[in-house]
């Protein structure tokens, strides 16, 4: 029954993170024909907006803050595996359970917690770029440090719970 139940919520965590980072993915096409327009306007029309360049800047944070737990998810992250390439499916479910429990959650919790006064500092005062002609929604953009923290801790559940279904024997090795 617990493992019924751990299972639904972690495919429902790992729904999330696939959902979110797809539909988020879609700023890289966005980042490459505002780029175009960008250089096209200022080299061949002697136009300059920078509202459109912080664009860019914003689409690139908001896609790397947004899609990096669908890395973690498929395990494509940055991964230091001198011994955990090698390891036994067992071994990789124990150092990835731990890790996550040990690490990742609490390092999740820090940047929520931490991130909490500056994010609302952002909204009181409706924070704006520096730049006169620049976007006026900084505090969006600050705002996507949460969503960052939670979807990755998402990611870490799901990866958890796969790691405890290869421990306990629920899982198939391949799966893990």
Not at 58 to 65: E, K, Q
Not at 93 to 109: K, Q, S
Request: proline share 3%.
């Amino acid at each position: 029954m617990l493992f019924r139940l751990t299972d639904t919520l972690s495919g429902i965590c790992a729904g999330i993170v696939t959902g979110v980072s797809k539909t988020v993915m879609w700023a890289g096409l966005a980042i490459v024909l505002i780029q175009v327009a960008v250089v096209i306007m200022r080299y061949v029309f002697g136009i300059n907006y920078i509202w459109l360049q912080e664009l860019i800047i914003w689409l690139f944070g908001i896609m790397f803050l947004l899609t990096a737990a669908y890395a973690l998810l498929v395990d494509e992250h940055v991964r230091v595996d001198i011994f955990y390439r090698d390891a036994p499916p067992r071994r990789k479910a124990l150092v990835n359970f731990i890790g996550t429990y040990l690490f990742l959650f609490p390092v999740c919790i820090l940047i929520v917690w931490a991130a909490g006064p500056y994010i609302y500092r952002a909204w009181d005062v409706m924070e704006g770029s520096r730049e006169a002609s620049g976007l006026p929604g900084v505090f969006l953009l600050k705002s996507m440090i949460p969503a960052f923290a939670i979807l990755v801790a998402l990611a870490g559940f799901t990866l958890a719970s796969q790691s405890v279904a290869v421990l306990s024997g629920h899982a198939t090795e391949e799966a893990s």
